[in-house]
């Protein structure tokens, strides 16, 4: 058994406390075995925290990580003219190897700043579980389906594969990468599938994500077609429950979030993205005063156009306030925790704190830095300052995945460059150069 000692730095407790204190991790179970005062622990390496804080590594509930190739190439319009005109397109021409690529550029991104877990929508999906694998961190992936716009066949094979990605894959990376089955959105997979596949996901225990409630656009259609709320269309076909999380949530009323809080349905915030492309403001106190798990996402790059998780936590607190035209709303601590143990709950991983018995799951943020002085309030920082440049140390299932800012498990300039490579012929193949 390897023992690793994460010594000499503060200490971000699962109450928000912090302390000074050594973090013992046994990396062969991946797991914390214990969090004692300076001294009191000793391992077989150490990795230095020293001015540092150490925090559970931070949890992108909702991503695409492989549109990091796409990332700058079409801003500053909003969603349907900006997927149709030019994501789409791209996307069309997308290889197994560029998704493989785009995703080992993401998780390089990833691990750079903090995340050591994401959940993942997209296709090519084995692609994206050996980058994963690759890249050590934790990952709930899936096969997203579309049927709009495809005949029967064409759409039932899509719906499928989503739940035959979603057995196939689930337990891959020894456990690290899990799985979701995933309806692309209600606007976008039809009623006749969402009926007939649904129940099957259920039936064989398949967590389910999607996007929900993103756009006014994708609402009035929705309430129009069946006469009642998006999501008391989604509770009738099935789609609500404790496995299930939506990403978006923006045009939710008060009977949604009772169905939400009633159903243990998850909700994903995705801020940038829903400033950028003008989505909307999600009520995020309301959700959570309703009693919703609220986790926080990127979405993918070209929406955002980072996957800096300290980014999106300003964000979520900036853009909550302003919803909800309270400046108390969605507080540092409300971020902080929706960026760590809110999103390790909705992905079913036994992550976001620093406690014995817990992933060993972390990152150690360099707070010898201006913008972190002086340290009056370490949450606060985490919310409202820090950067994930700042990220000194990245650590998952007890490996060492960045260590002084350099990555262990990839080489960088090397996912850098062939990512630049496979992004150029992508949209040289879209625009029929
Ligand atoms: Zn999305």
């Known amino acids: 058994m390897s023992e690793l000692l994460v010594s000499g730095g503060r200490v971000l407790r699962p109450d928000l406390t912090v302390e000074r204190a050594d973090v013992l991790v046994d990396q062969s179970a991946g797991e914390i075995l214990a969090v004692e005062a300076p001294g009191e622990l000793s391992g077989d390496d150490e990795l230095d925290a020293s001015g540092g804080l150490v925090i559970p590594g931070l949890v992108n509930a909702h991503t695409h990580v492989a549109m990091t190739l796409l990332r700058g190439y079409a801003d500053d319009k909003p969603l349907d003219a900006w997927l149709q005109e030019d994501i789409w397109p791209v996307e069309a021409e997308l290889t197994p190897e560029d998704v493989r690529v785009g995703a080992e550029l993401g998780l390089v991104e990833m691990v750079k700043s903090g995340t050591t877990a994401l959940s993942d929508m997209y296709f090519h999906v084995d692609e994206i579980a050996a980058a994963v694998e690759e890249a050590g961190v934790r990952a709930v992936l899936g096969h997203t389906a579309v049927t709009v716009g495809k005949d029967d066949e064409g759409a039932r094979a899509d719906v499928t594969q989503s739940l035959d990605v979603a057995r196939e894959l689930d337990g891959a990376a020894d456990g690290r990468i899990t799985t979701t089955f995933q309806p692309h959105s209600l606007t976008t997979v039809g009623e006749e599938y969402l009926r007939e596949f649904v129940p099957e996901a259920v039936e064989a225990g398949l967590p389910m994500h999607l996007h929900a409630n993103e756009t006014e656009d994708e609402v009035d259609p929705l309430v129009e077609e069946h006469g009642v709320r998006p999501l008391e269309y989604a509770d009738d076909v099935g789609l609500l429950g404790e496995d299930t999380f939506l990403a978006h949530c923006v045009h939710v009323d008060e009977t949604e979030i009772g169905l939400l809080a009633e159903t243990g349905t998850g909700a994903v915030h995705c801020p940038a993205s829903n400033m950028k492309l003008a989505s909307g403001m999600a009520p995020v106190q309301r959700l959570l005063d309703g009693g919703v798990t ?81 340290a009056h309030d370490l949450v606060s920082h985490l919310a409202y300052a820090a950067h994930g440049s700042d990220v000194r140390h990245t650590v ?37 150069n």
């Open 294 to 374: 609220v986790g926080l996402g990127t979405d993918g790059a070209a929406s955002n156009n980072d996957l800096d998780m300290f980014d999106e936590m300003r964000d979520a607190a900036m853009l909550g306030k302003l919803a909800a035209e309270d400046a108390s709303a969605v507080a540092a601590e409300t971020v902080v925790q929706m960026a760590t143990a809110n999103g390790a709950d909705l992905l079913g991983f036994d992550s976001g704190r620093i406690e014995a018995g817990a992933n060993a799951d972390l990152a150690v943020v360099d707070l010898e830095t201006p913008h972190l002085t002086p």
């Open 396 to 432: 998952c299932d007890g490996e060492v995945l960045l260590c002084d800012r350099d990555v262990t498990v990839f080489d960088e300039a090397a996912v850098r460059q062939r990512a630049s490579e496979h992004a150029a012929a992508l949209v040289d193949r879209a625009e029929g």
